[in-house]
């Protein structure tokens, strides 16, 4: 059937991203006769499937557009190297579903749903994610839209996506694929990222009262979702930070929202094992009148970037003017929604109190800025510092053909940096050698820590541009494991009341 | 393999007693202090992971530039990163006081 409805050199979106998966249509796509369907501009999130290098190693598609491929990436640089595949670009999210209404229109899309009735509607379920904005873009210029469901049944539990935009409906040999990917066990979050967590509670959450935010996807923002009920709570915190969140439905912040922490928490998709909690939370997660909570990806990020006062995440290198990457040479991997979450929106105008905290003087006309932290370790592990010279993205970026580097986040977006020796406030250095100095002063013995000047360091506390723990009123031997208020995923169970239903792979009972 | 590493620093301070924070897991480290009794700080690391003495000069010599104290220490890491062994001393250094 794909082989009598694409053609050649058609534009084809694939639903894909770093959750839900079209699979059952992926795969298909990848078994058509490339001499009948070939030369397609793959428009796709997340390159995440064996099958998606497939459709460039035989020839079905030759062009693509994307926003990551952190699993596929070393693959996709050697299908890049072998010219079998050009890069349009590298997105964000929201850049790409942006492109999808303007100049990236699918003629074809590809798209997974739970279930559909005899009319064509649909059930998207907790992973709604990008379906609908997929599926507009595609059926209001004439394209086809093509849905792969678990089931057909006779009345789905909600229509998320009306009949009249489906073309077509094809039940899956299997339901289609999901990845745990915000599920973090406690058991693997050290002290170093409890004393890094209550640095940021302490010295940002608390300083600046910040009330929406959103977290990054690792161990460290884990650890500040498991310490708000114990050293939060110690601090009074409950109500005042923390209270409105664009994030998945996290396991780690169950402990928060139990405790009476979370007021409202939008998603960009769903969380394997989450569905029974969530559905029974509806005064916190947006549910619908089934119960089942409804994501959506473009919103969330829109969320993200325009209505949340914070975002807090982790890199794997900063140079010293803190431009951040995640790139690694010899991998093309993107970035997904962090250049959105994790940059100041220049389009803003309702103002918060971090916000208009963000900036000083008393001109007559300025703008508010958006609190945006880098949390990490100064090194990665053994002999691999955070803190380099230079990105690897700066030669990875040559070595790739692409017209820029592939930075994540731009220094001159990032207010604060945490690590373990303390918070930089970035946003209060008065000049670029400063802002260097904050950055160093809390590099620890990496290569740009080790330029730190010790004296400088203390005018720097001093002043207020940085701040030791001792500073902050963190005591070191307080950062301990015990301060988190689940220590595993069982624990995380128990939280929810044996609501949350993890994946196999997390169980160690 | 382990590496065994000494090293001295100058130290003026004096501490009250004994510590002993951490643990020899992976990623981890234990760390042993007892006040000394000649005026300087000294240091036995003892490593699973070879080849990073100039690092741990570098985190022990600030260490102690900021806390200036006549201390006996014994490292036992195994793999742990500048950042854990960086905390360990901290917080042996706050059991010690």
Not at chain 1, 143 to 150: E, K, L, P, S
Request: charged share 20%.
């Amino acid at each position: 059937m794909l082989q009598e409805l694409i053609e050649p050199g058609d534009r084809l979106c694939l639903e894909g991203n770093n959750q839900k998966q079209a699979d059952f249509l992926s795969r298909s796509l990848a078994a058509v006769d490339p001499q009948r369907v070939h030369d397609l501009h793959l428009l796709i999130s997340v390159i995440a499937r064996p099958e998606h290098i497939a459709l460039f190693e035989r020839g079905i598609a030759t062009h693509v557009d994307f926003s990551y491929s952190g699993p596929q990436s070393l693959r996709l640089a050697q299908q890049v190297a072998d010219g079998r595949v050009q890069i349009g670009a590298i997105h964000t999210y929201l850049e790409l579903f942006a492109r999808y209404f303007v100049d990236l229109t699918p003629d074809i899309a590809l798209i997974a749903a739970d279930e559909a009735d005899a009319h064509g509607n649909l059930y998207t379920g907790p992973n709604t994610e990008e379906t609908p904005t997929i599926a507009e873009a595609t059926a209001f210029r004439d394209g086809i839209v093509i849905a792969q469901v678990n089931r057909i049944v006779d009345t789905c539990t909600r229509v998320d996506i009306p009949g009249d935009w489906i073309d077509l409906v094809v039940v899956a040999d299997k339901p289609y694929y999901i990845e745990p990917l915000f599920t973090r066990d406690p058991e693997q979050i050290n002290d170093v990222q409890v004393l890094m967590a209550m640095l940021v509670l302490r010295g940002i959450y608390e300083r600046h009262r910040v009330q929406s935010l959103n977290h990054g996807i690792g161990f460290d923002t884990a650890a500040i979702e498991l310490i708000l009920p114990t050293y939060g709570e110690r601090l009074g915190l409950r109500g005042e930070v923390c209270t409105h969140w664009i994030l998945n439905p996290h396991p780690t912040l169950i402990p928060a929202i139990e405790s009476g922490w979370v007021r409202s928490v939008h998603c960009y998709g769903g969380e394997l094992g989450m569905e029974r909690y969530v559905a029974a939370r509806p005064d916190v997660f947006f549910t619908g009148r089934d119960g089942s909570m409804r994501s959506n990806r473009a919103f969330a990020q829109t969320a993200g970037h325009y209505a949340t006062d914070l975002f807090i995440g982790s890199t794997l290198q900063i140079d010293p003017d803190a431009n951040s990457s995640t790139a690694t040479l010899g991998r093309i991997a993107g970035f997904g929604g962090a250049p959105n979450l994790g940059s100041d929106p220049r389009g803003r105008r309702h103002p918060s109190v971090p916000w208009l905290e963000m900036t000083s003087g008393d001109e007559e006309v300025r703008r508010g800025r958006k609190i945006v932290v880098q949390l990490v370790e100064t090194f990665q592990g053994s002999g691999v510092p955070t803190f380099v010279e230079r990105l690897d993205a700066v030669e990875l970026g040559r070595s790739a053909n692409l017209p820029i580097a592939p930075v994540m986040i731009y220094g001159d977006d990032v207010t604060h940096v945490v690590t373990e020796e303390g918070v930089a406030y970035l946003y209060r250095a008065q000049n670029i050698d400063e802002r260097r100095a904050a950055l160093a002063a809390i590099a620890g013995v990496t290569p740009v820590g080790l330029r730190a000047e010790e004296q400088r360091t203390q005018a720097l506390r001093a002043s207020g541009v940085v701040a030791f723990p001792e500073d902050l009123g963190v005591r070191r031997s307080d950062a301990n494991r015990t301060l988190l208020a689940a220590r595993s995923i069982r624990e995380l169970v128990e939280w929810s009341g044996g609501l949350y239903d993890p994946p196999r792979r997390f169980r160690s009972w | 393999m382990i590496e065994t590493l000494s090293y001295e620093y100058p130290a003026s301070d004096a501490v009250d007693r004994r510590a002993h924070v951490g643990v020899v897991a992976s990623g981890n480290c234990e760390i042993l202090l007892e006040p000394a009794q000649n005026g300087n700080a000294s240091v036995v690391v003892r490593t699973s992971v070879t080849g990073f003495g100039a690092t741990w000069n570098a985190v022990l010599a600030r260490f102690f530039v900021r806390n200036p104290v006549a201390v006996q220490i014994e490292i036992n890491d195994f793999g742990a990163t500048p950042a854990v062994v960086a905390l360990r001393l901290e917080q042996a250094l706050e059991a010690a006081r």
